[in-house]
């Protein structure tokens, strides 16, 4: 933002538009010789557009550009920034996300599973301030996509890329739990979160969901988790990133939820059961919600005086047109 420490200066660019008038439009402004063409009986002058024309045109015009700034720049300009410096810590959140087959269950229209967890994400982090956010995803294995941190564009580019069965056919959900636990180990932050979002059993990994779970609350984590899907036949598709074949077919949905209960009873977290689209928007906001914390900021003012800046531009393009008048076209009024 700019501001004036003079603002009643700016009332000299009034004089602009008489100055232009008179130099450029007034008939007795001189530099013309009249010449009557009454007895003139041939064709009609008509004076060609040259090049020399647009050349003076482009210096007339800098010229009233420059004379412009030489106005402003008495007005005292100043650029001024805000910059809010954040004097607490947020609240560190990871999200494990499921990444299994049926994560492609089309009981979530007009998307999927995987597409709606994956856009009530991205809309959970768009209204974050401050909070630093991770990503894992997991399948057969477990895998850290994003450490937690405040970068959120470069979490949801991460976010955006993920694929079903990018980590092979299987549900590790005790894995995806331990490996954000471990990213959350070394963390300053007096409120460390998890939100987990799956629509299955743990069927692989070397770690249990609640041996996880009691790793968590030893830490100070709290999970949320989230178990998405119906119960019962759902029809899906998804694409085997490997062979790049399409897959469809019914799939006899149901998660596991006294596992998920127990997650979040064990870490003090809560239990939620999301069936549609509209239910998982729900329960994303009454997380966001749940999970604030009290933040203190300052608020810095960085002003940085711009008049010089507008006085050499102005005067650079006052002597271009100076210059091209007088040394290129030999002006000589």
């Known amino acids: 933002m700019i501001t004036f420490d003079y603002p009643?200066?700016?009332?000299?660019i009034a004089i602009l538009p008489p100055l232009i008038y008179l130099r450029h439009f007034w008939k007795?402004?001189?530099?013309?010789?009249?010449?009557?063409?009454?007895?003139w009986e041939k064709e009609v002058f008509k004076p060609g557009i040259y090049i020399s024309n647009f050349i003076l045109f482009i210096g007339s015009f800098l010229f009233w550009i420059g004379f412009l700034l030489?106005?402003?720049?008495?007005?005292?300009?100043?650029?001024?920034?805000?910059e809010?410096?954040?004097?607490?810590?947020?609240?560190?959140?990871?999200?494990?996300?499921?990444?299994?087959?049926?994560?492609?269950?089309?009981d979530f229209l007009p998307d999927n599973r995987f597409e709606s967890a994956k856009s009530v994400i991205k809309a959970f982090v768009e209204g974050r301030d401050h909070d630093p956010v991770g990503l894992v995803s997991f399948g057969k294995n477990a895998v850290l996509r994003v450490p937690p941190g405040l970068d959120y564009e470069h979490f949801?580019?991460?976010?955006?890329?993920?694929?079903?069965?990018?980590?092979?056919?299987?549900t590790a959900m005790g894995m995806g739990i331990a490996v954000a636990c471990l990213h959350l180990d070394e963390s300053t932050a007096k409120e460390k979160v998890i939100i987990l979002l799956t629509d299955g059993d743990n069927n692989s990994g070397e770690i249990l969901p609640e041996s996880a779970a009691h790793i968590a609350a030893a830490m100070g984590i709290k999970i949320y988790s989230v178990g998405l899907g119906s119960i019962g036949e759902v029809p899906l598709e998804f694409v085997d990133p490997e062979t790049g074949k399409i897959y469809r077919g019914m799939y006899e949905s149901g998660y596991n939820e006294d596992i998920l209960k127990e997650i979040s009873i064990i870490t003090n977290g809560e239990f939620f059961q999301?069936?549609?689209?509209?239910?998982?928007?729900?329960i994303m906001s009454s997380i966001d919600s749940l999970e604030r914390v009290e933040k203190r900021t300052r608020l810095n003012i960085n002003t940085r005086p711009i008049h010089r800046e507008m006085i050499f531009i102005g005067f650079i393009f006052i002597l271009f047109d100076f210059f091209l008048k007088k040394w290129i076209f030999r002006e000589v009024v």
């Open 8 to 12: 009643g200066m700016l009332l000299l």
């Open 28 to 39: 007795n402004r001189g530099g013309r010789l009249s010449f009557s063409f009454t007895i």
């Open 70 to 82: 030489l106005l402003i720049a008495n007005a005292g300009p100043s650029f001024v920034s805000r």
């Open 84 to 106: 809010k410096i954040y004097m607490t810590r947020g609240i560190d959140i990871i999200f494990v996300l499921d990444e299994s087959p049926s994560m492609s269950g089309k």
């Open 156 to 170: 949801l580019e991460q976010l955006n890329g993920l694929q079903l069965m990018d980590l092979g056919n299987g």
């Open 274 to 282: 999301a069936l549609s689209p509209g239910a998982l928007d729900t």
